[in-house]
């Protein structure tokens, strides 16, 4: 549930309530009080999406100087020290923190003390997305990670606020990027195939599902692209096939070797991309890159609809396990410069200056 905005009078708070409206993330309480943790050194307002510290190790001040006059620093995420959030922010993080009670437009709009439409609109300008859509993220993402922790639907489901297990299959895989039961059980029973050659950027791993190509990984030597393989997929049967002992293996290992030479003329491989609904919108944004154009952080970002998500862009990219067929070394840094690669710097300058040259 979400409460109403109240005042903010500077007293010292109770220390009961305090620590509830912690436990809550309560953004209606930013401004009454902030919270200092002990082990840290810092303070943070109540809302702070942190991860919660023991109460013991928790102290309560009436506001930011008093928590500086005791020493505490203010947190760099939350930014305790400037003013409280303005209604849209807060109407996000309302919804946020909020339990897996659904929150209507009309409970933001009183929260915030904005009309409906008024909200509705300013929140899609800011957001890219009505506050409806942007509940929906947020139960998704409850309910994937109430489902890697429990491994349970029915739980997580629960959990997650979804109404039936029947909401949580529908349109499963644009959703989460595989169907629950797959997502909660880290891929197994999947089984992979695979095998190691020769590249002109290091030993090459071409691992294949039945659905296509799943990861192609660079490394020195075949031990660490083993090692790399099975860090990605703990739970799948994996099994190193020789070259073109394998049919349909050798036909991708064949495709995948035509993209890494450039030859534009070659048919790009089927591609099983596994991962969350987001880091497949990024990997496939990647694939239309052309091959010898770059394009930023900031710029993919806007391409996928989150001009505001570069961050989470760039993490997506940092999973990608399908190195040049999924072509993250195109994405670099806004001032030009090449950034951070999976498989090394100097890999991605090779590569690039391959594309580019």
């Not at 200092?36 to 001040?61: D, H, L, W």
């Not at 933001?108 to 009505?130: C, D, I, N, T």
């Not at 996928?304 to 994405?331: D, E, F, Q, W, Y």
């Amino acid at each position: 549930m979400i409460t109403t905005v109240m005042s903010s009078p500077r007293q010292e708070p109770d220390r009961s309530t305090a620590w509830q409206a912690v436990l809550r993330r309560d953004p209606s309480q930013d401004g009454r009080f902030v919270f200092g943790v002990k082990t840290t050194g810092i303070y943070c307002r109540p809302s702070c999406p942190a991860r919660r510290p023991k109460p013991e190790n928790v102290a309560f001040f009436g506001g930011p100087g008093l928590a500086r006059a005791a020493g505490f620093r203010a947190c760099r995420r939350c930014r305790p020290d400037e003013p409280a959030q303005d209604p849209i922010a807060l109407a996000h993080r309302a919804i946020e923190t909020a339990d897996s009670t659904q929150v209507t437009l009309s409970q933001l709009a009183s929260l915030v003390a904005m009309s409906p439409s008024h909200l509705q609109r300013r929140f899609k300008a800011r957001y890219g997305m009505s506050p409806k859509a942007f509940q929906q993220v947020v139960r998704d993402q409850r309910f994937r990670s109430a489902l890697q922790q429990t491994g349970a639907v029915s739980r997580a489901t629960y959990e997650s606020g979804f109404g039936s297990s029947s909401r949580v299959y529908e349109r499963a895989d644009a959703r989460f990027g595989m169907t629950p039961g797959r997502l909660a059980k880290g891929g197994a029973g999947v089984r992979i195939r695979y095998t190691i050659t020769g590249s002109r950027y290091g030993r090459l791993l071409t691992a294949v599902t039945d659905r296509g190509v799943c990861a192609v990984l660079l490394g020195p030597d075949d031990e660490t692209l083993v090692e790399n393989l099975r860090k990605e997929f703990p739970h799948a049967i994996k099994d190193r096939v020789d070259d073109g002992a394998d049919s349909w293996l050798a036909e991708l290992v064949a495709k995948v070797d035509a993209q890494l030479r450039g030859d534009l003329g070659a048919d790009a491989p089927a591609l099983d991309l596994i991962g969350t609904a987001f880091q497949l919108r990024v990997w496939r944004a990647l694939t239309e890159l052309p091959r010898g154009q770059t394009a930023s952080y900031h710029e993919l970002a806007a391409a996928i609809g989150k001009p505001t998500a570069t961050r989470a862009v760039a993490s997506a990219i940092a999973r990608n396990r399908i190195a040049v067929v999924v072509p993250c070394h195109r994405v670099i840094r806004d001032d030009g410069s090449l950034g951070g690669y999976r498989w090394g710097v100097p890999t991605k300058r090779q590569i690039l200056a391959d594309e580019l040259g």
